[in-house]
């Protein structure tokens, strides 16, 4: 499992969050062609170790910066093996702990504060974004050994203009015992 050129590649995937629009919503990564959960015989199973995720958030008309008079605010987050699918803003209920360090699912996560937001307007303002609160490292990457990735949001104040919320992850794939297979299995059990 290492870290360098030789091995680690990227995957990226998007989600418009429609403006206007309260709830959440995901957009899934299909993994399957990378991930092989069965160790048979003398081979070992294969998962995919995420090293790095770096996120984006941009006004989803003509790839400009996030206007500075947007007054929303989201969580967002990347959940292993979650498989909900393709879900428009609205479509997704607010699910607890969903971005919270205690869900065993989660591979990163953080929130987005609009500049007009009235947390970014606080008398002790936040940083708008990034605003990272979990995240893998290069030292220990979270193995992800489910056939998906979902990329969900959970809107708390209404954007007032389509956003593409978009991530990249630095990824390799991993052999990996069947002790620690089995592990990571039960872990990453929905």
């Known amino acids: 499992m290492a870290y360098n050129i030789k091995d680690v590649f990227y995957l990226s995937t998007s989600a418009t969050i429609d403006s206007g629009t309260a709830n959440g919503g995901s957009a899934q990564l299909d993994l399957s062609a990378y991930i092989d959960p069965i160790a048979r015989g003398r081979t070992k199973g294969t998962g995919l170790a995420v090293y790095k995720v770096h996120w984006h958030v941009m006004d989803d008309d003509k790839s400009e910066p996030i206007d500075d008079a947007e007054v929303g605010v989201f969580s967002f987050g990347l959940q292993a093996g979650a498989g ?36 970014a307007n606080a008398s002790t303002p936040v940083n708008m974004f990034p605003n990272i609160t979990i995240d893998p490292s290069t030292e220990v990457p979270y193995v992800i050994v489910r056939d998906n990735v979902c990329l969900t949001y959970q809107v708390s104040e209404n954007m007032t203009s389509d956003t593409l919320l978009s991530c990249r992850l630095e990824v390799a794939q991993v052999s990996l015992d069947q002790a620690t297979l089995n592990q990571l299995l039960r872990t990453q059990t929905v």
């Open 84 to 119: 909900l699918g393709d879900i428009a803003t609205g479509g997704m209920v607010a699910v607890d702990d969903a971005y919270s360090a205690t869900n065993a699912l989660l591979v990163s996560s953080g929130q987005f504060y609009g500049p007009k937001s009235q947390i």
